[in-house]
């Protein structure tokens, strides 16, 4: 076992050292974490998170917090990859361990801190490397039927092999890895899954032997231990804070409902103890799992389930960086996600948190106001709505709390008077005020919108030029003459520029003491394709990603593969490129046979763009991976009415011809389906008359089978679905669903 005093002791005098070295910094970022607020940059690359800094600084973010930086997960692979490492090394898709150790020296630079989410409960074994290649690394694999036997939750399967934690082995390999990420200038760690390590008081020494406390620790609770929280939660807080999930969850459910919560805390009132919780409104599990709760709330919503948290003092809150789809499968690593956290209600909820930490908060709840009141500041949401006048007790009124005077809502703008007992003003549009004493010293900028790396495929875009703590600023573009302003301006560009090229906007501002400061961003002009068909009755699919190359696989149930190459399957062609710069790939079939109803996407057959098999949709374009709409345009500017109509040419003559929809749970009619009607006008595939039906409109993806209505006489509906978009060959078969083999006509949808 490894020495814990000395090392502690290393650890102590190595952080001493860092926080001397920290820049100064003017936006009231504390030097513990814990103090202050933590920004999730989900799935971002470590780069960008570099680049991004300023802006998060400037909103008054203490941390960051990375995705897991271990082994396991390419660049574009699915986010939740990386939550199943394959060795405690550092590297994957989001960065290497240069950049790391570049992104906490720019970070500290900066005065913010840095947090790397760690997976220590579990592993992807079989598939590891290493150390963690070895069965007896691993508790006996059963999977967790009872998340309330302890036994269960600390030894059972999460779905991945549970890492036998209590092993002095194991300990050492993880507290290594912990030690590694240290040396790259990491602050703190996030422990995935925290409750389902064992305590020392279960046998599991694990709490006390791995962790860093020089570094800031918090752990993953959710809901609960599965145990006897008010036992096991105090003991959990002796070596790491923890996450209260149900109060952020509360709050995002009341105000969804236009309702406020009336609740003070979750864990508190379950024998935690407020000053090691982590709150937020949302967090990768409430928005990127299937069925989470809060993605399909507002940002709105959610930023006010955040002002309300981030108030109290004590705990800190995490503020999640939104990934641009709600898919889970379409969240990859290396997407940036949302940059909302620079806007004035999250920004300003910060800098109030930050202002007025070490101050007790007082939470007074209303009808359609919830606020956290302190000595040096306030917050206040509105339950529902917007643009509304509030009044409220100052904390218990006993003139204790906030200090008397006049406050500028630092969101809205309106005005607040505050006495001794009530605090009264005006909530602004976005239904979040925030006051406070003091100011945040800031220094000048520019701020552009949309922000830098934007991508655009018209002939020009318009950027907006904002000066904020300048008396004077400028833009320039690609070294052209200077624009001054003093509020904010608009600039046009792209014109004449070729698609391809890259824009620099350059700018400087003056602030009222003299200082300056300058900076520039880039934007990028991009020819988006025009995803088109060859032919309306080719079998097709495209396939949008950030990814460099793609690789298909393609079968049914009775062609095993599609493609002309062996595992995994073709080079997809690259087409074009897709508005926000992505690359667009395409696939044909050139084949004789129906089209494919399975298929997997690699990234050049390394790593699924999608873990399952996913459905085959003919003309279908994904989006890393995942189906997201259908290509009717054909070359030469015909369209394909896609799904409208199946047709059928009924070769063997049937009196009445019938169309059976069905999508595995249910279907569109009772057996035998929809009659189909025969139009002798109708042209399709080059032949003109035809027995056709509409497809209705929830059964786009289903199955159909054809039929005479009897029992007796059915076309196959292993080879025919409604999406397949090309004529399938085959005759009418016997009621076992045989294929036909003749060249005949079947069946085909439109």
């Not at 502690?8 to 974490?33: P, Q, R, T």
């Not at 090394?89 to 361990?97: D, F, L, R, V, Y």
């Not at 552009?448 to 904002?466: K, M, Q």
């Not at 997201?628 to 070359?635: A, F, L, S």
Request: with cysteine.
């Amino acid at each position: 076992m490894f020495n814990i005093k000395s090392i502690l002791f290393s650890a102590f005098a190595l952080l001493s050292m860092s926080f001397s070295a920290y820049a100064d910094n003017s936006y009231e970022l504390k030097s513990n974490i814990q103090d202050g607020v933590i920004l999730h940059c989900f799935d971002w690359t470590l780069s960008d998170i570099k680049a991004a800094l300023p802006d998060i600084a400037k909103a008054g973010f203490t941390a960051v917090q990375t995705s897991p930086v271990s082994k396991g997960g390419g660049a574009g692979a699915v986010w939740y990859d990386v939550y199943r490492p394959q060795d405690y090394t550092i590297g994957n898709g989001i960065g290497s361990e240069s950049e790391l150790k570049d992104l906490c020296t720019t970070a500290h630079q900066y005065g913010v801190k840095v947090i790397v989410d760690v997976v220590a409960n579990h592993t992807d074994y079989p598939n590891c490397t290493g150390y963690m290649n070895d069965q007896s690394r691993y508790h006996t694999p059963f999977d967790v039927s009872n998340w309330n036997d302890r036994y269960q939750v600390t030894h059972g399967k999460i779905g991945m092999w549970d890492n036998k934690t209590e092993d002095s082995g194991v300990q050492n390999y993880i507290h290594q890895f912990i030690e590694a990420l240290k040396n790259c200038g990491v602050d703190g760690i996030r422990w995935d899954a925290a409750k389902h390590i064992g305590l020392p008081s279960e046998g599991d020494s694990f709490w006390q032997n791995v962790p860093d406390q020089s570094m800031y620790n918090y752990g993953e609770i959710l809901d609960g231990t599965g145990g006897d929280d008010k036992t096991l939660f105090p003991e959990y807080q002796k070596y790491i804070s923890i996450t209260d999930n149900g109060y952020g969850n509360g709050f995002a459910n009341s105000f969804n409902s236009g309702q406020v919560n009336s609740s003070i805390g979750n864990f508190n009132q379950r024998g935690a103890t407020t000053a090691k919780l982590v709150y937020w409104g949302e967090s990768h599990d409430t928005y990127a799992n299937d069925g989470g709760s809060s993605k399909y709330m507002s940002q709105n919503i959610i930023d006010r389930a955040y002002a309300v948290v981030a108030g109290n003092n004590g705990a800190t809150a995490l503020y999640f960086s939104r990934p641009s789809t709600t898919e889970k499968k379409s969240m990859k690593l290396g997407q940036k996600g949302s940059t909302h956290f620079t806007s004035k209600e999250v920004a300003e909820v910060n800098h109030m948190h930050n202002i007025c930490a070490g101050e007790p908060n007082y939470y007074v709840h209303g009808d359609n106001v919830a606020a956290q009141v302190r000595q040096s500041g306030a917050i206040i949401v509105l339950g529902r709505g917007s643009n509304q006048s509030v009044s409220f007790d100052n904390g218990k009124g006993d003139g204790k709390w906030l200090k008397a005077g006049t406050y500028t809502d630092k969101v809205g703008g309106g005005t607040f008077t505050v006495t001794t007992s009530t605090i009264s003003g005006q909530v602004g549009s976005t239904g979040i005020a925030v006051i406070y004493n003091g100011t945040i010293s800031s220094d000048p900028s520019v701020t552009l919108s949309p922000a830098t790396g934007t991508s655009f495929s018209e002939e020009t875009t318009t950027i907006t030029a904002t000066a904020e703590n300048a008396t004077s600023a400028w833009i320039q573009v690609d070294g052209g003459s200077k624009q001054t302003f003093t509020t904010s301006t608009t600039v046009t560009i792209g014109s004449g520029v070729d698609y391809g090229k890259s824009i620099t906007i350059s700018w400087g501002a003056t602030g009222s003491d003299g200082k300056t400061a300058s900076g520039s961003a880039t934007y990028n002009k991009v020819k988006a394709y025009t995803p088109t068909l060859s032919s309306k009755d080719e079998v097709s699919c495209f396939l949008e990603t950030a990814s460099d190359n793609a690789k298909i696989w393609a079968w049914n149930t009775t062609v095993p593969q599609f493609t002309e190459s062996k595992w995994p399957g073709d080079a997809m062609t690259l087409v074009g490129k897709a508005a926000n710069g992505n690359n667009v790939f395409k696939w044909t079939y050139t084949g004789t046979e129906s089209a494919p109803t399975q298929v997997i996407f690699t990234h050049d057959g390394e790593t699924r763009f999608v873990s399952e098999n996913i459905d085959f949709k003919n003309h279908g374009y994904y989006v890393e991976g995942v189906c997201e709409k259908e290509i009717t345009k054909v070359e030469g500017g015909e369209v394909v009415p896609s799904g409208k109509y199946v047709y059928f040419d009924n070769p063997n003559k049937w009196s009445n011809v019938y169309c059976y929809f069905y999508d595995g749970t249910t279907s569109a009619s009772v057996w035998p389906g929809e009659k189909m009607t025969y139009d002798e006008s109708a042209t399709h595939n080059g032949k003109t008359g035809w027995y056709k039906v509409s497809i209705p409109a929830d059964f786009t993806y289903a199955k159909y089978v054809l039929n005479d209505g009897t029992g007796a006489q059915k076309l196959a509906s292993t080879s025919l679905y409604t999406t397949q978009g090309t004529t399938l060959k085959g005759s009418a078969a016997s009621s076992d669903n045989n294929a036909g083999t003749s060249d005949n006509n079947g069946g085909s949808s439109r």
